[in-house]
Each structure stands twice: as structure tokens, then as C-alpha cells.
């Protein structure tokens, strides 16, 4: 796809994540690998008003080449990338279900939602949580980092999901099965749940890699 094609799906899939209310404000950053680097979300910006001229563009490095300032969170996507060379594109959000199950006392950090549904089991499988680090910070792209070779998806604390796919909509799609499981799970934490056994769920992760 060409890098003005890419540029408007970027603008397009963002006004849409906006508009339905997966992200607010200026939260929220999107990135997509293109030739010898990438194009991301400036930073600042509403995911609901982006130009697309104005998205930036970085080499392969990670430097700022063109284009309004990168997203202060672009570690984060470069952690992704670094770990998955498979990857195509990373989608982070504050989506609320999202962000609140990341407050919760008690979660079980190395994987934070139980398996509610095949989809989720499928486009997920397991989600770490990454501790709490202020966004933008190093140590928070170091920890995703760990996490990344293994996992394709986590969950922020205090903060919100970061989510890889070899294409954007793959990351987008996976990124929104989250973000429903999530409130799925809010509103099953007080009725008795059947979910998947792990076998069930181990089943699927194998057949989806």
C-alpha cells in the first residue's frame, strides 16, 4: 500500500475508533509499518481530527523524519516492533473497559481476563498486565518490551491496552475483542461465570498461530 493510502486508512480507522468511543480527547496513538520505517499518530493530536499530512513519519531507527511530532508513547509501538518483526502495525487506546479493568485490586497479572469467548481467546489468548510507569516513560517501553516476544497484546496498568497485528486492521480488530471482553467481564464479576477450560482455550491459541 502506498504511503498515501496508508495515511488516510491511519486517518479514517482512527476518526472511527474516536466516534464509537474506544478513545477520548488526545489519547490514544496508532502506528503502521511502512518500507524502511513508520508512520504514527503525532503526538497531541485528536484521533478524530487527524490530517493525514500531518501524521509522522520515522526511519528505521525510530527518528523523527517528517511530518508534526511523533505520539510521546512511540517507545511503546517500537518496543512492539523490535520484539515482532512480524508485526505491521500497533494500536494503544484508553478504552474505558480497558483502563478500568487495569485499576482492579486482585487481577491476575500474568493474565489479566479470564477466556469469556472463542474470539477473544483467538485474537488475544493470554494478557499480561505491564506495571505502573508514567506514560511516555522509558521503563514503561522496557517492561512492554519483556512482555512483547510472548505476547502481541498487553494491558497497561492504570492506563490502557497496547496491541500488535501484522496489519492494522488485524491490531484494530483484536483491539476492539479486548475492549468488549472487558466489559463483558465488568459485567459478569458478580454472577457465577462458566468460561473456557484451558483446554478449550489452549485448543484455540494453538489453531490461530
Not at 472511527?16 to 468511543?21: P, Y
Not at 525510530?62 to 511523533?70: E, I, T
Request: aromatic content about 6%; overall charge negative; some cysteine.
Amino acid at each position: 500500500m502506498s504511503e498515501t493510502k496508508l495515511r488516510d486508512q491511519i486517518t479514517a480507522i482512527a476518526r472511527s475508533l474516536f466516534e464509537r468511543g474506544l478513545t477520548f480527547g488526545s489519547s490514544g496513538n496508532i502506528s503502521v509499518r511502512h518500507e524502511d520505517g513508520w508512520l504514527m499518530t503525532p503526538t497531541g493530536s485528536s484521533m478524530g481530527d487527524l490530517d493525514p499530512a500531518a501524521i509522522s513519519l520515522l526511519d528505521d531507527k525510530g527518528h523523527w523524519v517528517s511530518g508534526d511530532k511523533p505520539t510521546k508513547e512511540s517507545l511503546l509501538h517500537l518496543a512492539m516492533y523490535e520484539e515482532r518483526p512480524q508485526t505491521g502495525a500497533v494500536v494503544h487506546l484508553h478504552s474505558t473497559h480497558s483502563v478500568a479493568v487495569s485499576c482492579l485490586d486482585g487481577i491476575d497479572h500474568n493474565n489479566v481476563l479470564p477466556p469469556i469467548t472463542a474470539y477473544y481467546v483467538m485474537k488475544i489468548g493470554k494478557l499480561p498486565l505491564i506495571p505502573y510507569h508514567p506514560p511516555g516513560d522509558i521503563n514503561l517501553a522496557k517492561a512492554v518490551k519483556e512482555m512483547a516476544s510472548k505476547h502481541h497484546a498487553v494491558l497497561l496498568a492504570n492506563h490502557g491496552p497496547v496491541v500488535a497485528g501484522k496489519s492494522l486492521l488485524d491490531a484494530v480488530y483484536a483491539t476492539e475483542e479486548l475492549e468488549e471482553t472487558a466489559r463483558l467481564f465488568l459485567m459478569l464479576r458478580q454472577e457465577r461465570c462458566r468460561f473456557l477450560s484451558d483446554n478449550e482455550a489452549d485448543h484455540l491459541i494453538n489453531k490461530s498461530h
